[in-house]
């Protein structure tokens, strides 16, 4: 099989894979290398000027002796396969990166022979990539639940980001759906993941040159809607991930039919629920939520029509509204409309003045939503009941207002925060965003 047809085989196979990937490394660029990782790096907010960071994304293989039952790759299912060899990966992202095509590498690989070969051979590409080559870009490699720690590691120092998903928000489901996985194969690598990273942190502070183990930290990835779980059972665990494993990002992923296995859905869920859970996630990293705060009972789900923060404040009306010109930033930061950077933005304005709801606007504040929660010198905006029904209606209104609006020609809808990234033919993604 040629290299052009591999490449078709396997960057579509790729295309289940989120890899949205944060960087948060700042590595320039060094005397007889190739490519830099800097610190706005890889992730690019895709701005006005229309930068955004493209890498490709393939799998080393598609070939695997696991039998996931939510996977298209799994070995029951009938599908053309393929691998690659690791000089193979290593010379087409170097191609790849010279005709500037992509700006990093992001590599995935099904389960060869058995995990720990697969990570060998993961590692082996990226000795190649780094030493051979010298490519000094980003590289974002998935962990391969229960390989050897020693491989994980040695791939960790030459990664800027590893993964391992947790593939499913339940070990009842893990069980049930991927029967060659188990819940403490996905947690050890995260947990040796975690602690290789604290560490080296720890020695780069004592001494600059010692090498960095995954430096732009960890992620995973988690398939919604192919289990019965709920969103407050998929928020609760994403918070147990953060805490526990320091994790930079969870992705979430759609489940995409691709079994007609009695125990899976037949339809994908709505992509709605995955953007709300990307909301959710949100508001746990930087809004300090707890998920017992966004979700109260066990077998909730985020609501479809308003954004989990505009729920919350819904069904917290006594602590509304707000005064814009007190309040500290733990409470901005509760109110629909009040973005981290226009909390900051208002906190510093405060100093000069008081503020209006002219001087908000000017300062980032979404008012169509704020203006129900907050006060300016005492006064609200318009004359509206605290009545949580009449509330709801209100701001669920300026969303049908805003979905039907006329579209301009001109102006790009900005990417949705933090909902993944689009594929491009050929396992070229470009990563938007926070990511
Ligand atoms: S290990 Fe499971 S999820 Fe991964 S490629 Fe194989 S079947 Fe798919």
Same mark, same amino acid.
């Given at each position: 099989?040629?290299?052009?047809?591999?490449?078709?085989i396997?960057?579509?196979?790729?295309k289940?894979?989120?890899?949205?990937?944060?960087?948060?490394?700042?590595?320039?660029?060094a005397r007889g290398?190739l490519?830099?990782a800097?610190?706005?790096?890889?992730?690019?907010?895709?701005?006005?000027?229309?930068?955004?960071?493209s890498?490709?994304k393939?799998?080393?293989t598609n070939?695997?002796?696991y039998?996931?039952?939510?996977?298209?790759?799994?070995?029951?299912?009938?599908?053309?396969?393929a691998?690659?060899?690791?000089?193979?990966?290593?010379?087409?992202?170097?191609?790849?990166?010279?005709r500037?095509?992509i700006?990093?590498?992001?590599?995935?690989?099904a389960?060869?022979?058995?995990a720990?070969y697969?990570?060998?051979?993961i590692?082996?590409?990226?000795k190649?990539v780094?030493h051979?080559y010298r490519?000094?870009?980003?590289?974002?490699?998935?962990a391969?639940?229960?390989?050897?720690e020693?491989?994980?590691?040695?791939?960790?120092?030459?990664?800027?980001?590893?993964?391992?998903?947790i593939?499913?928000?339940?070990?009842?489901?893990?069980n049930r759906?991927a029967?060659?996985k188990?819940?403490?194969?996905?947690?050890?690598?995260?947990?040796m993941?975690?602690?290789?990273?604290?560490?080296?942190?720890?020695?780069?502070?004592?001494?600059?040159s010692?090498p960095?183990?995954?430096?732009a930290?960890?992620?995973?990835?988690?398939?919604v809607?192919?289990?019965?779980?709920?969103?407050?059972?998929?928020?609760?665990?994403?918070?147990n991930?953060?805490?526990r494993?320091s994790?930079?990002?969870?992705?979430?992923?759609?489940?995409?039919?691709?079994?007609?296995?009695?125990?899976?859905?037949?339809?994908?869920p709505?992509?709605l629920?995955?953007?709300?859970?990307?909301q959710?996630?949100?508001l746990?990293?930087f809004?300090?939520?707890?998920a017992?705060?966004?979700?109260?009972?066990?077998d909730?789900?985020? *609501?479809?029509?308003l954004?989990?923060?505009?729920?919350?404040?819904? *069904?917290?009306?006594?602590?509304?509204?707000?005064?814009?010109?007190?309040?500290?930033?733990?409470?901005l930061?509760?109110?629909?409309?009040i973005g981290?950077?226009?909390?900051?933005?208002?906190?510093?304005?405060?100093?000069?003045g008081?503020?209006?709801?002219?001087?908000?606007?000017?300062?980032?504040?979404?008012?169509?939503?704020a203006?129900?929660?907050i006060?300016?010198?005492g006064?609200?905006?318009?004359k509206?009941?605290m009545?949580?029904a009449?509330?709801?209606?209100?701001?669920?209104?300026?969303?049908?207002?805003?979905?039907?609006?006329?579209?301009?020609?001109?102006?790009?809808?900005?990417?949705?925060?933090?909902?993944g990234?689009?594929?491009a033919?050929g396992?070229?993604?470009y990563?938007?965003?926070?990511?």
């Amino acid at each position: 099989m040629d290299l052009m047809e591999k490449l078709k085989i396997l960057s579509a196979a790729a295309k289940y894979d989120v890899a949205c990937t944060s960087s948060g490394v700042n590595r320039g660029g060094a005397r007889g290398s190739l490519g830099s990782a800097s610190a706005c790096g890889i992730c690019h907010t895709f701005a006005a000027d229309g930068r955004c960071v493209s890498l490709l994304k393939i799998l080393m293989t598609n070939v695997c002796v696991y039998d996931c039952q939510y996977c298209a790759n799994r070995r029951s299912n009938d599908l053309p396969r393929a691998s690659f060899t690791p000089r193979e990966i290593a010379e087409l992202t170097i191609n790849f990166y010279k005709r500037n095509y992509i700006e990093g590498l992001f590599l995935s690989s099904a389960v060869i022979r058995d995990a720990s070969y697969t990570m060998e051979q993961i590692y082996e590409t990226l000795k190649l990539v780094r030493h051979v080559y010298r490519f000094n870009g980003y590289i974002h490699i998935k962990a391969i639940p229960g390989a050897d720690e020693c491989l994980i590691r040695a791939a960790g120092l030459l990664a800027d980001r590893v993964s391992v998903n947790i593939e499913l928000p339940s070990e009842e489901s893990l069980n049930r759906l991927a029967p060659d996985k188990t819940r403490e194969s996905i947690l050890k690598p995260m947990n040796m993941l975690k602690n290789n990273i604290i560490q080296s942190r720890e020695e780069v502070m004592l001494f600059h040159s010692a090498p960095r183990f995954a430096p732009a930290g960890q992620s995973t990835q988690m398939i919604v809607g192919a289990t019965p779980e709920s969103d407050k059972k998929i928020i609760t665990l994403t918070e147990n991930l953060y805490k526990r494993y320091s994790l930079k990002r969870v992705f979430y992923s759609a489940y995409t039919p691709v079994s007609d296995n009695p125990l899976l859905p037949a339809a994908k869920p709505p992509l709605l629920r995955e953007h709300r859970l990307y909301q959710a996630d949100w508001l746990l990293r930087f809004y300090g939520f707890s998920a017992d705060e966004i979700l109260k009972n066990a077998d909730d789900n985020l *609501n479809p029509n308003l954004d989990p923060k505009c729920c919350w404040a819904l *069904n917290n009306l006594n602590m509304f509204p707000v005064e814009i010109n007190t309040a500290n930033k733990r409470t901005l930061l509760r109110v629909p409309g009040i973005g981290s950077r226009s909390a900051d933005r208002i906190l510093a304005a405060r100093r000069v003045g008081l503020l209006t709801f002219e001087n908000l606007k000017k300062l980032g504040v979404v008012l169509k939503r704020a203006r129900y929660f907050i006060t300016c010198r005492g006064k609200m905006y318009e004359k509206i009941s605290m009545d949580p029904a009449i509330l709801e209606m209100k701001l669920t209104e300026s969303k049908i207002r805003e979905a039907y609006k006329q579209l301009s020609l001109f102006d790009e809808p900005a990417p949705l925060a933090d909902s993944g990234n689009a594929a491009a033919p050929g396992g070229i993604i470009y990563a938007y965003g926070h990511i």
